[in-house]
């Protein structure tokens, strides 16, 4: 990043569609931190439109921005991945929002220090199913992954047909 702008701490990104299931996976991490609000986080919900919020973004200065959004990675519900961006283009998972993930990204990237995605991976993405137990469960993992800044090193990273299991229990 350039220039000597104030920068804000953090803005989480959730994404999603909360009447498709556990595609809602974004919006409810959204509601519970509005709920109780983390220290250093600013939140958005990206709802399935994310690209609309890139402004919004932009204005907070972030030097870190997680992204947040339920992705079919092949994995048991509820398992959470940190998803490279190449990854990302890949997997077409494009199908619930208006625009790739990745473009919102590569808007970002050249004001943003650190872009991370985070996958939560889904059971159920239907319309009018309720949220499944594994996802609400991996929804209250992350937050409180994300309230003790542990994402990096308790979030395995996504490797394509190399997948380990878990989540670190520290």
């Known amino acids: 990043m350039t220039g000597n702008r104030p920068q804000a701490d953090q803005v989480l990104l959730c994404v999603g569609n909360c009447l498709m299931g556990d595609d809602g996976a974004g919006p409810r991490l959204a509601e519970i931190c509005l709920q109780q609000p983390l220290a250093h986080w600013t939140v958005i919900d990206g709802g399935v439109s994310p690209e609309n919020d890139i402004y919004a973004i932009r204005e907070h200065r972030p ?21 490279d961006e190449k990854d990302i283009a890949e997997m077409f ?41 594994a996802v609400e469960q991996a929804i209250h993992q992350l937050y409180a992954l994300l309230a003790t800044d542990d994402i990096a090193r308790c979030i395995a990273p996504y490797l394509p047909n190399i997948q380990p299991t878990g989540v670190c229990d520290e």
């Open 93 to 133: 998972f494009v199908t619930t929002h208006s625009m790739p993930l990745t473009f919102l990204m590569q808007q970002l990237e050249d004001d943003i220090d650190e872009i991370t995605f985070i996958g939560i991976q889904p059971e159920v993405v239907a319309f009018y199913y309720p949220m499944s137990e």
């Open 63 to 83: 030097r870190r921005l997680v992204i947040v959004d339920a992705t079919d990675m092949g994995l048991a519900p509820g398992e959470l991945r940190i998803v």
